[in-house]
Nanobody, 122 residues
Framework: QVQLVESGGGSVQAGGSLRLSCAAT????????MSWFRQDPGKEREEVAA???????NYADSVKGRFTISQDNAGNTLYLQMNSLKPEDTAMYYC????????????????WGQGTQVTVSS
């Protein structure tokens, strides 16, 4: 049974930092990429960052230079280091795992966590 469990969310003032974690268990070997998504009520879900099994990454323009996605060597834990946070970063953040044939992308997301809330105040 696949489980993705996010943690690390919270409330922070603008300019602050948070580090999100996602503990993954039960993923099939064929799952070769992971992503962080976010969604605020009334807005579309946005893919924030993705990483493939080889460590290649890509980011949404809105977070490029401020957020860093990474994973541990075993691929069991996904991280999102968020610096210089802005009020517009406020959202529920989800990690997802899936499949890709393209480096640095995770276009087919099959497994999702329950999310962790990030709130940035001005």
């Amino acid at each position: 049974q696949v489980q993705l469990v996010e943690s690390g969310g919270g409330s922070v003032q603008a300019g602050g930092s948070l580090r999100l974690s996602c503990a993954a268990t039960g993923l099939p070997y064929s799952s070769n990429c992971m992503s962080w998504f976010r969604q605020d009520p009334g807005k579309e879900r946005e893919e924030v960052a993705a990483i493939d099994r080889d460590g290649f990454t890509n980011y949404a323009d809105s977070v490029k230079g401020r957020f860093t996605i990474s994973q541990d060597n075993a691929g069991n834990t996904l991280y999102l280091q968020m610096n210089s946070l802005k009020p517009e970063d406020t959202a529920m953040y989800y990690c997802a795992a899936g499949f890709t044939r393209r480096a640095a992308y995770c276009p087919v997301t099959a497994y999702w966590g329950q999310g962790t809330q990030v709130t940035v105040s001005s």
